[in-house]
C-alpha cells in the first residue's frame, strides 16, 4: 500500500505535468476558453433581454460609480481605445520601432480586429443600451469595439514587450500598465453607458482568440524579419 509520502509526491507529479502541458499549450488554452465564454454570452444575447450579469454590472458602475468627478476620466480612458488614437500610437511605433516590421505588425492586427468587430456586430445587431448613456455611439452593440481594439492592441505589446524586451523590471510595469489600460477601457465603455458588460466581456473574449492565432502565425512572421532573439 503506497505511503502518504508517496501519494503526496504522486500528487505533485501529476500536478507538476498538468502545469507543464498547460505551458505548452497556452495559446489553445486560451483560445478555446475565449470561444466557449463568447459562444456562452452569445447564446444568451441571441435570447434577448438583459442578462443578470449586465444588471450587476449597471448596478455597480453607473448607480454606485458615477459621479461628476470620475465621468471626464473615464471619457479619458474610452478614449484611448478610439481608433484615431490608436491609429497614431501604431505610426509612433513605426516611427521609433528599427525598422518597419514592428509598426506593420501592429497596423495589421488594428486593421484586422477592427474589420472582425464590424463583421460580428453585423451579424448579431444587439441595440446599445438606452437611456443612461453618457456619450453619443452609433451602431451595434455586441461586442464592443472598444473593448475588443483595446485587448487586441494593447494584447500585442504586451506580447512584444514580454517576448523581445530585456528582463527587468521595467518589462513587468509595462506589461502591467497595458493590462490596466485594458480592463479600464472595458470598464469605462459600461461606466458609460456605451455598452452592457456582456458587450465588453464578449470583445475581450474575441480579441484573447485572435490574438491567440496572430501571435502564433502572423507577428512571429512580421519581426522575424528583424533577426532580434526573446530577451534573456
Known amino acids: 500500500m503506497a505511503t502518504a509520502r508517496e501519494l503526496a509526491q504522486g500528487a505533485r507529479d501529476v500536478a507538476r505535468g498538468a502545469l507543464g502541458l498547460l505551458r505548452q499549450n497556452a495559446r489553445l488554452v ?6 466557449l465564454v463568447f459562444m456562452l454570452l452569445l447564446e444568451d444575447v441571441a435570447e434577448g433581454g438583459v442578462m443578470r ?3 450587476m454590472a449597471y448596478e455597480l458602475f453607473v448607480e454606485r460609480l458615477r459621479s461628476d468627478a470620475l465621468t471626464p476620466l473615464m471619457e479619458g480612458v474610452t478614449s484611448l ?29 488594428l486593421v484586422g480586429v477592427v474589420a472582425l468587430n464590424q463583421v ?9 443600451p438606452d437611456g443612461f448613456r453618457l456619450v453619443a455611439e452609433s451602431g451595434y452593440s455586441f461586442p464592443s469595439g472598444h473593448s475588443m481594439v483595446s485587448m487586441a492592441f494593447f494584447g500585442l505589446l504586451i506580447w512584444m514587450i514580454w517576448r523581445y524586451h530585456r528582463r527587468d523590471v521595467m518589462r513587468v510595469v509595462w506589461c502591467v500598465v497595458f493590462g490596466l489600460v485594458i480592463v479600464l477601457v472595458g470598464v469605462s465603455r459600461i461606466y458609460l453607458g456605451a455598452h452592457y458588460a456582456s458587450d465588453v466581456i464578449a470583445g475581450f473574449c474575441v ?15 512580421f519581426l ?3 533577426n532580434r532573439e526573446p530577451a534573456d
Open 30 to 35: 486560451v483560445l478555446l476558453v475565449a470561444a
Open 53 to 55: 450579469l449586465d444588471t
Open 81 to 109: 481605445a478610439s481608433v484615431v488614437v490608436l491609429a497614431v500610437m501604431a505610426a509612433v511605433i513605426a516611427a521609433l520601432a528599427p525598422g518597419k516590421e514592428p509598426g506593420w505588425c501592429v497596423s495589421v492586427n
Open 120 to 128: 460580428l456586430k453585423f451579424i448579431v445587431q444587439r441595440p446599445r
Open 207 to 221: 480579441s484573447l482568440a485572435w490574438l491567440a492565432f496572430y501571435t502564433r502565425v502572423v507577428a512571429p512572421a
Open 224 to 226: 522575424a524579419a528583424d
